[in-house]
């Protein structure tokens, strides 16, 4: 791999890391204007997340978690996947109904980042990276489009589960 592919992943990494490392932190810890972690809940329990500190810490697992794997290089695609997941989610459960542009709420940004972990879950970290110091590889794109699809899954499930329930039928009065 070249040093200027390498310089590219590194800072696609970081940047997008970051943004999402960010994200997550607003959360769980209420940082940068964000809910916190109980406000998270509630909203998720609102939205017909059950049980919502499960669904919440999935949301930070990947946001916090994965940005923060992305940004170091460390297990890449374990964090691309994490990113993947909770993107995915955001987009069908947020901001679909907004159209594209972020403008509107939107899912225009979301996809973004979701695109970027794709490409590094695809691309590595690249070399200068904590995957590379450590010498950990993986079998990469292999082991992100295991992880990717294991992190669709649980969005697919959460979906489901979160549905409005459908409204029960009215009964009839029978003629006589």
Known sequence: MTTSVSV???ILRVVIGLTLAGHGAQ???GWFGGPGFTKMQQSLGAQGFKPAWFWTALVVLGELGGGL?????FLTPLGA???FGAMTMAIFKVHWPNGFWNSNRGYEFPLSLLAAA???GFAGPGRFAL???LGITFPSPLLFIVLAAAALLVDLAGLAISRAPAPAAQASPRAS
């Open 131 to 133: 995957d590379t110091l």
């Open 27 to 29: 959360k769980l810890f």
């Open 8 to 10: 590219g992943l590194l």
């Open 118 to 120: 794709v490409a590094l």
């Open 81 to 83: 996947a994490g990113v």
């Open 69 to 73: 794997s992305l940004a170091f290089g």
